[in-house]
């Protein structure tokens, strides 16, 4: 089972990063996928849901607006489009299936 994120980084409050979560070893396609996030000196949290079909999407109240969870069963990857990024939006994101598997985390860093 792997679940690789990638499209971390540095950006400057207002930006736009897109993270991507890569999956195989598992039937992608039947999983509820979630996005957490962890600040440091912080609990991990619930940021996003997508179900299984992507028919149904669930976001916590701190990125509602901004940020936009989708997902493609044909290439095993989920997304996570996150615009207007603010410095508290800096956390280790990370892709669950849950509640089974986890990825490694990608770095977000949102500072001028």
């Known amino acids: 089972v792997q679940l690789v994120e990638s499209g971390g980084g540095l950006v400057q409050p207002g930006g736009s990063l897109r993270l991507s979560c890569a999956v195989s070893?598992?039937?992608?396609?039947?999983?509820?996928m979630k996005w957490y996030r962890q600040a440091p000196g912080k609990e991990r949290e619930s940021v996003a849901l997508?179900?299984?079909?992507?028919?149904?999407?669930n976001y916590a109240d701190s990125v509602k607006g901004r940020f936009t969870v989708s997902r493609d069963n044909a290439k095993n990857t989920i997304y996570l489009q996150m615009n207007s990024l603010k410095p508290e939006d800096t956390a280790v994101y990370y892709c669950?299936?849950?509640?089974?598997?986890w990825g490694q985390g990608t770095q977000v860093t949102v500072s001028s």
């Open positions: 070893g598992f039937t992608f396609s039947r999983y509820v």
């Open positions: 669950n299936a849950w509640p089974d598997y």
């Open positions: 997508i179900t299984s079909g992507g028919g149904t999407t």
